[in-house]
C-alpha cells in the first residue's frame, strides 16, 4: 500500500478525472429538447442515452464525485504527524534511538543467557542418558 | 541556429556538438603553445588571441547558477522551485514554523472544499455561456497544483513520522524477542528444577541434581558428571531404571514443547 501522501495525490488525480468524465458524459449523451413548435434537433455525433439511463448515469457520476471528496477529506485527516513540529519529531527520533540501542542490549544479554542455559540444560540431559 | 541547437538538446540520442572535429591532437599541441606563450605574457585571458578552432579545446567554467540538460533547467543546488518561479500563483500561506502542519492539512481541507466548488462553478458555465469555459478552468488548474504542491511539501514530514514508527516498531519486536527470551529461561529453570525433585525419588542424590539445576553450566557439568558415575554405584533398581527412562521420554517431550 502506498503511503498516505502517495494516495492523496492518487485521490486528487482521480477526482479530476471523475470532474472530465461528468462533463464529458454530459456532453456527448444529453438528449436535445425541442423547443416551442420546432422538430427536435439532431446530431449525429451524439448517441443520446435513454432518459432514465441518463439520470441514472448522472446520479452516479455526482456520487462519484461526492464520494471521492469524502475519501480526500479522510485521507487529510489521516495524514501522519498533524500537530506535530519538526522539532518534536527530531527530538523523538533521537529519543527512540537511545531506546533502541537499551533494548538491543538487553536482548543480546536475554538470548546469551538463554545459550548458556541450553548449554547447562543439554548437559543435564546428556548425563540423566547415560543411566 | 537557434532552432537547430534546441532541436539537438531535445533529442534523445544528441548528435556530439559540431565543433567535435577540432579535438585534433595538431590542434592541442598547437593549444598548449598558446597556452604557454600566454602564461609567459602573464595573460590570464589566454583566448584573447586564439583562433577560433581552438576555443572550444578549452573547458568551460562549471556552471555556479544553474544549468540545461537535455532541455530541461537545473538550479544549483538543485532544489524544488517554488510556485512563483513558476508563475502560479500560490493559494495558501507560506508554512509558519511553530504550527505548519496544522496548517497544511486545514489549507489541504480548504483547497479540495473551493476545488469542487470551481467544478460546481463550471458546470454551471458550462451549462450557461460555454465559451467562457477558460477562466474557470485555469482556475481548477491552479487549484490542482496547488494542492499537489502542498502535499509534495509535506513528505518530508511524513518521512520522518514514517522512520518513527518504523522504529517504535522494531523497539516493540525487539522488547518481545527479550521478553520470550526470559520466560523460555524461566521455564528451564523450573523443569531443572522438577527434574531435581523426581531425580532425588531414587536415581540421583537429591543434592547433586539441585546444584545441576541451579549452578551456572560450567559447574553443572562437573556436577552432572559426577552424579553419572555415582549412579551405577548407588545401584538403582531394575524397574527404577525403566521409570527412569520413561521419565525421560516425558521430559524431552516437554522440552520440545517448550520450543528448544
Known sequence: MADRLTQLQD???QLATI??????????????????????????????????LFRSSQQELA?????????????????????????DQKERLKELGKELERAEEERMKSIREKEELLVEFDEVVRSLKKV | MAEEQDSRRASLFPAPPTFYTNFTPANQEKL????????????????????????????PKPPTDKYQSFGQIWTLPERHPTLQELNI?????????????????????????????????????????PEEYAEKVYHLRIHLINIHE????????????????????????SRQETEDNRKACAKIREMLGSLGTFDAGGLL??????????????????????ATTTVP???????????????DRSSWEALQQAGL
Not at chain 1, 63 to 87: F, H, M, N, W, Y
Not at chain 2, 104 to 121: F, M
Not at chain 2, 205 to 226: D, E, G, R, V
Open chain 1, 19 to 52: 470532474f472530465y468524465c461528468a462533463l464529458r458524459y454530459v456532453g456527448t449523451h444529453h438528449d436535445f429538447v425541442p423547443t416551442h413548435n420546432e422538430p427536435k434537433v439532431r446530431d449525429d455525433t451524439l448517441q443520446p442515452d435513454p432518459p432514465h
Open chain 2, 89 to 129: 500563483p500560490q493559494l495558501f500561506p507560506e508554512p509558519n514554523n511553530e504550527s505548519c502542519n496544522v496548517d497544511r492539512a486545514q489549507e489541504l481541507r480548504r483547497l479540495s472544499k473551493s476545488l469542487l466548488l470551481n467544478y460546481l462553478e463550471l458546470v454551471g458555465i458550462m451549462g450557461i455561456s
Open chain 2, 205 to 226: 542424590t537429591p543434592t547433586t541434581t539441585t546444584t545441576a539445576a541451579t549452578s551456572s553450566s560450567a559447574t553443572s557439568a562437573t556436577a552432572t558428571a559426577n
Open chain 2, 32 to 59: 598548449k603553445e598558446f597556452q604557454t606563450a600566454a602564461k609567459n605574457n602573464e595573460d590570464d585571458n589566454a583566448p584573447k588571441g586564439l583562433p577560433a578552432e581552438l576555443v572550444c579545446l578549452i573547458p
Open chain 1, 63 to 87: 456520487r462519484d464525485l461526492v464520494l471521492k471528496t469524502k475519501q480526500i477529506e479522510v485521507l487529510i485527516a489521516s495524514l501522519p504527524g498533524i500537530g506535530v513540529s519538526e522539532d
Open chain 2, 150 to 173: 502542498l502535499i509534495n511539501n509535506y513528505r518530508p514530514h511524513q518521512a520522518r513520522e514514517t522512520l518513527i514508527s518504523m522504529m517504535e516498531e522494531q523497539l516493540e519486536k
Open chain 1, 11 to 13: 485521490a486528487i488525480d
Open chain 2, 233 to 247: 554405584t548407588t545401584a538403582a533398581a531394575a524397574d527404577g531404571a525403566g521409570n527412569w527412562e520413561e521419565r
